[in-house]
C-alpha cells in the first residue's frame, strides 16, 4: 500500500535556530500533502495544505512566516519550523492523499523538542 | 464549512464490553468518512473507512456505517480488549480532511 515516510523522527535544537521535516511519498506521487499538529492529549491540528508547485495554504492562526513549507516535487514535501521556540516543541505529521482513493496516508510524525 | 464532531473521552471499559464512538458530521456533498486509531507512541492508521451512504466499514471487529440521513458515522465494537487501548479519530475527507477530536478508550483486563 501507499507509504508517507517522514524524517526525522526525532529532533532536539535549540531555541532560536531552525529545523527542517521532510515528507516523503515512497510509492505514489502525491500533488498535495497537509502538515498537521499534535500537542499531548489532543486531536491534529491541521496546520496548512501543500501544494505541489504552488504556495501553500495556511489555515487560520498558523504564521507562514514562522511555518515554511515548500512542495517542490510530487513526492516531497518540507516543514521548516524558523527561529523554533519552545512553545514550539509538538509533534509534527504529514499526510498524503491516495490516488484516487480519499484516503489519506500518514507520516510516522517527528517530535521537536526546542530547548 | 466541513467539520466533525465526535463523542469526547475517556472512554474506559471492561474487557469484552461493547463500544460505540459517537461520530457526526457537517458537510456539503457526499464525502468520505473514516476511522483512524492511534495506539500508544505510534502513528495514525486507517481502521476502516466509507465513502457512500449506507456503506459499512469493517476492520479487526470494528464497524462504522455512514449514515447519510443522521450524518453519523458511529464507531461499533461488539467485544473490545485489552489491545483496543487507543486513541480514536473520526475523519472526514471532502477534498480536505477533517478529523474530530479524538477519543480515548481504555480497556481494563
Known amino acids: 500500500g501507499a507509504v508517507v515516510s517522514q524524517h526525522p523522527s526525532r529532533v532536539i535544537c535549540k531555541s532560536g535556530t531552525s529545523v527542517k521535516i521532510e515528507c516523503r511519498s515512497l510509492d505514489f506521487q502525491a500533488t498535495t500533502m497537509f502538515w498537521y499538529r499534535q500537542f499531548p492529549k489532543q486531536s491534529l491540528m491541521l496546520m496548512a495544505t501543500s501544494n505541489e508547485g504552488s504556495k501553500a495554504t495556511y489555515e487560520q492562526g498558523v504564521e507562514k512566516d514562522k511555518f515554511l513549507i515548500n512542495h517542490a516535487s510530487l513526492t516531497l514535501s518540507t516543514l521548516t519550523v524558523t527561529s523554533a521556540h519552545p512553545e514550539d516543541s509538538s509533534f509534527y505529521i504529514c499526510?498524503?492523499?491516495?490516488?484516487?482513493?480519499?484516503?489519506?496516508?500518514f507520516g510516522e510524525g517527528s517530535r521537536l523538542t526546542v530547548l | 464549512g466541513n467539520s466533525v464532531t465526535q463523542m469526547e473521552g475517556p472512554v474506559t471499559l471492561s474487557e469484552e464490553a461493547f463500544l460505540t464512538i459517537n461520530c457526526t458530521y457537517t458537510?456539503?456533498?457526499?464525502?468520505?468518512l473514516f476511522w483512524y486509531v492511534q495506539y500508544p507512541g505510534e502513528g495514525l492508521q486507517l481502521l476502516l473507512k466509507a465513502t457512500k451512504a449506507d456503506d459499512k466499514g469493517s476492520n479487526k471487529g470494528f464497524e462504522a456505517t455512514y449514515r447519510k440521513e443522521t450524518t453519523s458515522f458511529h464507531l461499533e465494537k461488539g467485544s473490545v480488549q485489552v489491545s483496543d487501548s487507543a486513541v480514536y479519530f473520526c475523519a472526514l475527507n471532502n477534498n480536505d480532511m477533517r478529523f474530530g477530536a479524538g477519543t480515548r478508550l481504555t480497556v481494563k483486563p
Open positions: 458537510a456539503t456533498g457526499y464525502p468520505s
Open positions: 499526510s498524503a492523499n491516495g490516488q484516487n482513493t480519499g484516503e489519506l496516508f
